[in-house]
């Protein structure tokens, strides 16, 4: 379509389009010729009063002056007209209004300003005198985008542009288009602010770059923040590679970056920003003068540096909060003659140390040793194991994001487990699902089966091991013993176990991911999981069908907390376990409804939970936290209000599908408010860290 021709529809829009011409009378309108500009949606043609294009009378203009977007096929949109202009247009009112349902995901993405695709169009919503109706038209044509898809985290607008390009949304014109104002990331060499040599390739023709500070190399102290516009004019003749060797990437030669330069040559560069890492930064530098002057260290800021590499090796990086904090903390360690990475051992005498009452508020976190007693440790916000040991098999944040997630999942179920749906939607305005606290007796089980695993090492799955979960129940039952150092934890003096159980209890489903734990050795897989979960849960008194929920548990779980790149999502992994042939009977169909759940986003989600089975048994409780998942794993926290909002067992439904979420995201991927609420995090991620350090090969 050429200029002309979308001017042409525009004025007849102006005339016809409305119920007055707008192109007559006192306040007539017209195009505003000069500005007439081409976008990768089509054509903004934007209009303004004739007194303030014709007359000079700029009292009368619009402000901000409205347009319209000309698409290619002729359809009129209304673009974003804020300063930024990056929100999605919307198409033009009619004599029926049909709003369009986008995307939540895609609407705020950044990048929707490129062109709204039928694909990200969830359906319309019938408006009647510009009141919404309750009339919906679901779009046959919607596919879901990347995050629903279980794209790897998504962090900045180029992210979002690489992942739809990769799932078509966007044809390559308009990905380039998109990128051309996109934010890359570079490393620096501190002493030259020039790429690091490393960065080049090809005869330094191809350039590395990084599409969000997560993904940047280990160890990089520096690095320029520039749009691609800005980096092709800075090295003229090269081009990009971006995120070599990840998931998702481009390469860009040259050619290509000069001929999308030359397609939009009205784009604008946006200045290039130098910046550091947070542990090279000047508020660091001032803490650093801070604790030396109070703790009498030489060099404050001692072992920081290690911190945030092993924060970036596992895909997270420290704030500078979160330096600060790891800084003080290490203070206090050398403080008390504590090693940064040494194992705690139940003959250390503590005699001699002192720490600060609150542990939290001085950048500490509670270890535990064999005895029970508390070690405290600098934390690592979640971001990183502290000894100096990476899985071959298994990560530790996966690991420990699971465990913590699913004492989180289920202390906020607790709060909710014998309500109804339509209770719990009654009471929503209390703040029911906004509160966190202690987790229950599963966590507490998930702790004790933990240490019975770990008591069973090194063991052959053979029959055997159906005592080794009956031992630890009677371990966790047995409240004031001694047996194992759990039992002398002070902050579990006070449970409460409840009794025996039915052999379809939810409770069975623990130690299935306790048993996932098995399929990290260089000789164990998914499949020795999940005869170790069926194993565990039937030597327990679980009956067949929990057994096999039990298995299907591990398997998955096995799965999760591999290192991968890309992490596929639950619903890949489950759908590879009926593909197998691995589960049947009623585990198979509950896991096969959840897989249909994610596909056919008709009913609501509770209305889904509420309809597989009564949400008692174990493999109910296993099917209604995988609906939540499946539909909503993208988002954290709505994932979580989901899979606790039905009239059933919300503490386990929402401890599986928090712990899914864990294992998925890391700690650092769960909601920051509600981890500042949940007790026994510091004891829970003292276990895992233990369950990682025996069960994955190093």
Not at 46 to 52: E, H, I, Q
Not at 355 to 364: R, T
């Amino acid at each position: 379509m050429e200029a002309r021709e979308a001017v042409e529809k525009v004025e007849q829009w102006l005339r016809t389009g409305t119920s007055t011409d707008l192109t007559t009378g006192e306040h007539a309108v017209r195009v505003d010729h000069e500005n007439v500009l081409r976008v990768p949606e089509g054509w903004y043609v934007p209009y303004d009063t004739v007194r303030a294009l014709d007359g000079g009378d700029w009292l009368a203009a619009l402000v901000p002056q409205p347009a319209l977007v000309v698409r290619e096929d002729g359809a009129l949109r209304q673009p974003d007209l804020s300063p930024e202009g990056r929100l999605p247009s919307s198409p033009v009112p009619g004599e029926e209004d049909w709003q369009e349902i986008l995307e939540p995901e895609f609407e705020h993405s950044g990048v929707a300003y490129l062109g709204v695709p039928a694909s990200a169009v969830l359906a319309w919503r019938k408006y009647v005198d510009g009141e919404p109706t309750e009339e919906v038209r679901i779009n046959p044509e919607y596919e879901q985008g990347p995050e629903r898809l279980g794209y790897p985290p998504i962090d900045t607008a180029l992210e979002y542009l690489l992942s739809c390009f990769s799932t078509e949304r966007y044809d390559r014109a308009q990905y380039l288009a998109g990128l051309l104002s996109a934010e890359v990331l570079i490393p620096l060499d501190p002493d030259t602010d020039q790429p690091l040599e490393q960065q080049w390739e090809e005869g330094r023709t191809m350039l590395r770059v990084y599409s969000s500070r997560r993904r940047l190399p280990v160890g990089t102290a520096r690095w320029l923040r520039a749009d691609v516009l800005s980096v092709i004019d800075r090295f003229p003749g090269v081009g990009l590679l971006i995120n070599p060797g990840s998931f998702p990437s481009d390469r860009l030669e040259a050619s290509e970056l000069a001929a999308a330069r030359a397609e939009w040559p009205k784009f604008r560069q946006s200045p290039p920003v130098v910046e550091v890492s947070p542990e090279h930064s000047e508020r660091l530098a001032e803490t650093g003068r801070l604790v030396a002057e109070r703790f009498g260290l030489d060099d404050p800021l001692a072992g920081l540096g290690g911190a945030m590499a092993k924060a970036r090796a596992a895909g997270f990086e420290l704030s500078e909060v979160e330096c600060e904090h790891f800084v003080v903390g290490r203070a206090w360690e050398r403080r008390n003659g504590v090693p940064a990475d040494g194992v705690d051992s139940p003959g250390d005498d503590l005699s001699g140390q002192e720490w600060p009452e609150d542990l939290a508020a001085n950048g500490l976190s509670a270890g535990y040793d064999a005895l029970g007693r508390v070690r405290p440790h600098a934390t690592g916000s979640g971001k990183f194991f502290r000894q100096d040991a990476d899985g071959v098999g298994f990560q530790w944040h996966r690991i420990t994001g699971a465990f913590v997630g699913f004492a989180l999942g289920e202390s906020l179920g607790l709060a909710v487990d014998k309500l109804s749906t339509p209770e719990i939607h009654a009471r929503l305005d209390e703040g029911l699902l906004e509160r966190v606290g202690r987790p229950g007796p599963l966590t507490e089980q998930l702790l004790f089966h933990t240490e019975g695993l770990l008591r069973a090492l090194p063991a052959r799955v053979t029959p055997a091991l159906q005592t080794v979960g009956v031992l630890a129940l009677r371990r966790w039952r047995e409240v004031g013993g001694n047996d194992g150092w759990l039992a002398r934890v002070g902050a579990l003096r006070d449970r409460t176990p409840v009794p025996a159980v039915s052999a379809d209890d939810v409770s069975y489903l623990v130690p299935g991911l306790v048993a996932a734990l098995c399929g990290g050795g260089p000789e164990w897989d998914e499949n020795t999981a999940a005869q170790v979960g069926r194993l565990l849960a039937a030597g327990a008194g679980a009956d067949g069908p929990t057994a096999d929920a039990a298995a299907a548990v591990a398997d998955l779980f096995a799965r999760l907390f591999q290192r991968a790149d890309p992490a596929y999502p639950p619903h890949v992994h489950v759908q590879r376990q009926l593909d197998a042939g691995t589960v049947s009977g009623p585990v198979a169909e509950a896991l096969a409804n959840a897989a249909r759940t994610r596909v056919e986003l008709v009913r609501a989600d509770h209305e889904e939970l509420d309809a597989a089975g009564t949400g008692r048994s174990a493999v109910d409780a296993l099917g209604r936290s995988l609906i939540a998942v499946f539909r909503r794993f993208f988002d954290p926290r709505w994932t979580l209000v989901s899979a606790v909002t039905h009239s059933g067992h919300s503490a386990i439904t929402g401890a599986l599908a928090g712990a899914m979420l864990g294992a998925r995201y890391g700690i650092p991927g769960l909601p920051e408010d509600w981890l500042h609420q949940l007790e026994l995090r510091d004891l829970v991620e003292t276990v895992a860290g233990d369950a990682f350090w025996h069960f994955s090969a190093h």
